[in-house]
């Protein structure tokens, strides 16, 4: 399966100015500087669809694309702020916590928050406290971990499956770099927006 198009539809800090609820949505959150962008730009097959700043923390707006795949089903790929870097002012982070926790409890064509992590560190406080607050919502999660190739392979599948344990949540491996289970979470986003990989007739 890929994604054979795709475009931006709108970047938006607030709910209201988002496009209608009238696609399936996945939305992206991590950490700044986890490589997000990136592996949003590998997903879709782009080299900047996703701005990927020289600064991290550059996102400070919902950012939602639309993504056809192969198939002809369409989906939204939607790109949350990032969160817990130390050069970002803990007043202009706070500012952006009630935007995406808005976006989160109020969005009626949400199907799946992937949470991303960089599978070196593991998740911290903030990616727990996102998990737990996706879990008491009944919201279905993903770790999607990040950076897998600058693991030596021996080390990956036992990394993977320490964030698993750690979570409790199913974790797929990916590098944005190397395209290392794009594919993968390709197939699982489209499948938990209820499509498959059977092409349009």
């Known amino acids: 399966m890929r994604i054979v198009e795709s475009n931006l539809v709108s970047s938006s800090g607030k709910l209201n100015k988002m496009p209608p609820p009238d696609?399936?949505?996945?939305?992206?959150?991590?950490?700044?500087?986890?490589?997000?962008?990136?592996?949003?730009?590998?997903?879709?097959?782009?080299?900047?669809?996703?701005?990927?700043?020289?600064?991290?923390?550059?996102?400070?707006?919902?950012?939602?694309?639309?993504?056809r795949l192969e198939t002809g089903a369409e989906i939204y790929l939607v790109d949350l702020p990032g969160f817990g870097f130390a050069k970002v002012s803990k007043q202009m982070s706070d500012a952006w916590m009630p935007l995406i926790e808005t976006y989160l409890l109020h969005r009626p064509t949400l199907h799946l928050v992937a949470v991303l992590?960089?599978?070196?560190?593991?998740?911290?406080?903030?990616?727990?406290?996102?998990?737990e607050f996706l879990a008491d919502r009944g919201i279905?999660?993903?770790?999607?971990?990040?950076?897998?190739?600058?693991?030596?392979?021996?080390?990956?599948?036992?990394?993977?499956?320490?964030?698993?344990?750690?979570?409790?949540?199913?974790v797929i491996?990916?590098?944005?770099?190397?395209?290392?289970?794009?594919?993968?979470?390709?197939?699982?986003l489209a499948k938990s927006c209820g499509f498959t990989a059977s092409p349009a007739t």
């Open 140 to 170: 279905p999660a993903l770790l999607v971990a990040t950076k897998l190739d600058r693991l030596p392979k021996a080390k990956q599948k036992p990394a993977l499956d320490t964030l698993r344990k750690a979570t409790g949540v199913a």
């Open 173 to 188: 491996g990916t590098s944005g770099t190397t395209r290392q289970g794009v594919d993968d979470l390709l197939r699982t």
């Open 23 to 67: 696609l399936p949505e996945v939305a992206f959150a991590g950490r700044s500087n986890v490589g997000k962008s990136s592996l949003l730009n590998a997903l879709t097959e782009r080299k900047s669809l996703f701005k990927v700043g020289k600064s991290p923390g550059r996102t400070r707006t919902v950012v939602h694309v639309k993504a």
């Open 117 to 131: 992590v960089d599978v070196r560190r593991g998740p911290e406080e903030e990616e727990i406290s996102l998990f």
